[in-house]
């Protein structure tokens, strides 16, 4: 069983900046992709972001040159790095471990989630 605990969501400023944190319990997080997704009042959870067992990262179009995912398997953590925020990328971002490591756009492919964080972007 893994537990992923996500941190650093807020509010923010059009044009600012963030950086999520997702802890993970358990021995074998370096095996694991990890992935960010996050859902938005009234739309389905959507995918963002994801970094494999390998360190090969994927994004979405809409994350593409602003957002950037990154690993340290040493602190058990993943992060993700947000500038230029815009006021769509208001939503509650997830952290998500899928047990086979390679990296999956879709939510229903990831094993184990967090409690989500909320980002709120103002205009």
């Known amino acids: 069983q893994v537990q992923l605990v996500e941190s650093g969501g807020g509010l923010v400023q059009a044009g600012g900046s963030l950086r999520l944190s997702c802890a993970a319990s358990?021995?074998?997080?370096?095996?694991?992709?990890m992935g960010w997704l996050r859902q938005a009042p009234g739309k389905e959870r959507e995918f963002v972001a994801a970094?494999?067992?390998?360190?090969?990262?994927y994004y979405s179009d809409s994350a593409k040159g602003r957002l950037t995912i990154s690993r340290d398997n040493a602190l058990n953590t993943v992060y993700l790095q947000m500038n230029n925020l815009k006021p769509e990328d208001t939503a509650v971002y997830y952290c998500a471990a899928r047990r086979r490591g390679l990296v999956s756009t879709t939510p229903e492919d990831y094993d184990y989630w967090g409690q989500g964080t909320q980002v709120t972007v103002s205009s």
């Open positions: 970094i494999s067992w390998s360190g090969v990262k």
């Open positions: 358990g021995r074998t997080f370096s095996s694991y992709a």
